[in-house]
């Protein structure tokens, strides 16, 4: 088949390019957003349209759910497929998921049961993957001086979320709003694989945290969305998102070297070793591969499902220490393809145990390797996509 993939710079995209290639597919890519954000949607659409009348295509594909790219292949009849790696997706409560030419692929279960409702028969769960070859060629090219580099005892890839959180924009907000919401974030935090913010969220609270936050997001399209969902996802998971990544890295970098490759912020966090912004398609596997441990630390955001970064790690043939999420033990076996942690507590004492048993790592290490390999490759996903979009 032939397809037009709609490009805006996901990391993943590149690897999703290759599997389609692997299964003999034709792609067409649209780039404009890439190197252009400033583009607004009726831009897009005049160059979608272009595209599509200049060469059809069997369907076109995009990363995340864009509205008005269903807003154009419900007209031009032509199905629409595409595949969430990011929770929460505003785009997703748009009028336009309902159109009958979508094909929507959600990889955290939480979300698909949200979103299932309003296309049942286009909605789909699909988890994340992984483009081993890729990981492995580059890994298996670098020099030993380049894999030395890269080496870390605890490593972390990923933002601390705290330069991008847009609950640090609440304002004057009353004490007992205030304590209110710490109260829930420290609640949440000793929670592991449940999120529960949105069910205990008052109505007087939401209205609350709305008239204290300036620019409260808005949806520009026609939307089922709701205040609540809003507050509970948008807003009050980033901010848990971020208290825990920094407090994770505080508590295991007083006892352990740890290494973190952001963009944020960590002049804070005196412990940790700052190494920059990895390069996604370069640096990272070298990094999953050459560090004893590599954290997982999920957003949470993602209320079951497994994050890209669970699948990289394992692709690339890393030992991966992660928090524990629902979805886990569907994919992976707890204790031979990976490890999880239920606290910090809990974290470090598996950081400590796992720093001194080499052996029984790398034998975790290659069990889940060797799991990717068997059954999350982006080949063996796609297809499963393809079939459920067109069967």
């Keep these: 088949m032939k397809l037009l993939f709609y490009r805006y710079g996901s990391i993943c995209e590149p690897d999703i390019i290759a599997g389609f290639q692997e299964l003999g597919h034709t792609i067409i890519e649209m780039t ?21 009348f200049d060469e059809p295509v069997d369907f076109v594909f995009s990363i995340n759910f864009f509205p008005y790219l ?11 497929l595409c595949w969430s790696v990011d929770s929460p997706v505003m785009e997703l409560f748009s009028a336009s998921v309902e159109h009958p030419y979508n094909r929507i692929f959600l990889f955290d279960r939480e979300q698909y049961n949200e979103i299932l409702p309003f296309n049942p028969d286009h ?8 483009n081993v070859a890729s990981k492995q060629q580059v890994i298996q090219s670098a020099s030993t001086e380049l894999q030395n580099h890269f080496s870390s005892d605890i490593s972390f890839v990923g933002s601390l979320y705290t330069e991008k959180c847009p609950y640090d924009k609440l304002t004057d907000a009353p004490a007992y709003l205030s304590g209110y919401l710490d109260g829930l974030i420290e609640s949440q935090l000793l929670i592991y694989g449940g999120y529960f913010i949105e069910d205990i969220l008052t109505d007087d609270m939401i209205d609350q945290f709305k008239q204290h936050l300036p620019g409260f997001y808005s949806c520009p399209y026609d939307s089922h969305l709701t205040d609540r969902k809003i507050v509970a996802q948008l807003y009050i998971g980033s901010k848990i998102s971020a208290v825990e990544r920094v407090r994770t890295m505080k508590f295991l970098s007083r006892k352990y070297s740890v290494d973190l490759y952001t963009a944020s912020d960590t002049s804070a966090l005196t412990n940790i070793h700052n190494r920059g912004l990895a390069k996604t398609m370069e640096e990272m596997p070298l990094i999953f591969h050459n560090s004893c441990i590599n954290l997982n630390i999920t957003s949470k955001g993602i209320r079951s499902g497994i994050p890209l970064r669970v699948f990289d790690i394992l692709g690339c043939g890393g030992f991966l220490l992660t928090n524990y999420q629902t979805e886990l033990t569907e994919l992976f076996v707890p204790g031979e393809d990976l490890i999880v942690y239920e606290s910090a507590e809990d974290l470090s004492e598996k950081c400590s145990y796992y720093l001194s048993h080499e052996s029984e790592r790398k034998e975790i290490a290659h069990n889940g390797f060797e799991k990717a390999v068997s059954q999350h490759t982006y080949q063996i996903r796609l297809e499963q996509m393809l079939k459920l979009a067109f069967s």
């Design 32 to 52: 404009e957003e890439v190197s252009n954000k400033s583009l607004l949607p009726s831009e897009c659409v005049q160059f979608i349209t272009k595209q599509l």
């Design 70 to 80: 269903s807003d154009v292949c419900q007209i031009f009849k032509l199905p629409y």
């Design 123 to 130: 909605v789909f769960h699909l988890p994340l993957a992984v």
